[in-house]
């Protein structure tokens, strides 16, 4: 669908901007994130954390240096959407 493809997308430019603490393993970070329909991120918000202050600041500061994804999808019709991701130290999923 339309918008699995948008969300594999920001899938990955989001991986890509995040920095893996290293001697951190088996732990993940929930965080959702709320995109305006022109793809500027409004808000972060850390929704579960991981145990590891390292861990939760990493993806934390990746996120804040992401100000903007591609522009939603045309089958969107809101004004903005809410992603919910989880960071692993082992990848990423949604």
């Known amino acids: 669908s339309e918008l699995g493809a ?4 920001i899938q990955r430019i989001l991986y ?4 893996q603490p290293p001697g951190v393993s088996g732990l993940s970070v929930q965080v959702k994130l709320r995109i ?3 793809g500027i991120i409004i808000n972060r918000e850390l929704t579960k954390r ?10 934390m500061s ?9 522009a939603l999808p045309d089958a969107v019709r809101d004004a903005f959407i809410d992603v919910t991701i989880t960071f692993e130290t082992s990848g990423l999923s949604m």
Not at 62 to 70: K, M
């Open 6 to 9: 948008y969300y594999a997308r």
């Open 16 to 19: 890509q901007a995040w920095q």
């Open 36 to 38: 305006q329909k022109n």
């Open 50 to 59: 991981s145990g590891s202050a390292a861990m939760d600041d990493s993806v």
């Open 62 to 70: 990746g996120l804040r240096s992401v100000t903007s994804l591609p």
